[in-house]
């Protein structure tokens, strides 16, 4: 089965900052990456598909792009409100593997 | 609009059976696969499998064969996730979510604690 790799596991950044978070992939899987953000004791919410397609509703701050088998998360100018674990997920092809997640915290 | 209900928290002993719920609307059940996601305590998300709504055929991620069984009852736009033989290892939050590939709308989460 084809893995995601996320990286980093958790990161700190300061309000108002840029992060960056990244999927790899072990296979080939064209554009066909899910984002998701998970807040404790949320449901998680479905960020960005097909890599880079924001989700109807979602701030402009984030965007997503795919560069072979990177997939990269980022957040721009960074708000309270975005203090959550985000997950990576394959969506070429069953079985959908998710990335083991980033911890984003605030400074 | 579209929603997606899973039943209430449950607490089991090792060993029984529990079972469940994932009641749609709002769109046509069979156009969407329904999928099963396990959180256990602070772990990530893990992709159980789907149902093919459809046709009623389960698949199951590795790791989760044997004792998880997924059905629908299609007449009440419902799927549901049983889970055999608890372990203790089985406690989580069980999440179902609508999706043909990616997750688009999500159940609230059913806790499942398994404890003797």
């Known amino acids: 089965d084809i893995q995601m790799t996320q990286s980093p596991s958790s990161l700190s950044a300061s309000i108002g900052d840029t992060v960056t978070i990244t999927c790899r992939a072990s296979?080939?899987?064209?554009?066909?990456v899910a984002w998701y953000q998970h807040k404790p004791g949320q449901v998680p919410k479905p960020l960005i598909y097909?890599?880079?397609t924001l989700q109807s509703g979602v701030p402009s701050r984030f965007s997503g792009s795919a560069s072979g088998p990177d997939f990269t998360l980022t957040i721009s100018n960074l708000q309270p409100e975005d203090v959550a674990t985000y997950y990576c997920?394959?969506?070429?092809?069953?079985?959908?593997?998710f990335g083991g997640g980033t911890k984003v915290e605030i400074k | 609009q579209v929603q997606v209900v899973q039943s209430g928290s449950e607490l089991k002993k090792p060993g029984a059976s529990v079972r469940v719920s994932c009641k749609a609307s709002g769109y046509t059940f069979t156009s969407y696969a329904i999928n099963w996601v396990r959180q256990a305590p602070g772990q990530g998300l893990e992709w159980m499998g789907w149902?093919?709504?459809?046709?009623?055929?389960?698949t199951y991620a590795q790791g989760f064969t044997g004792r998880f069984v997924f059905s629908l009852d299609t007449s009440v736009n419902t799927a549901y996730l049983q889970i055999n033989s608890l372990q203790t290892e089985d406690t989580a939050l069980y999440y179902c979510?609508?999706?043909?590939?990616?997750?688009?709308?999500w159940g609230q989460g059913t806790l499942v604690a398994v404890s003797s």
């Open positions: 097909a890599a880079s």
């Open positions: 149902i093919n709504t459809n046709t009623g055929n389960p």
């Open positions: 296979q080939y899987i064209n554009i066909y």
């Open positions: 979510a609508r999706g043909k590939l990616d997750l688009d709308y």
């Open positions: 997920q394959k969506c070429n092809s069953y079985p959908l593997t």
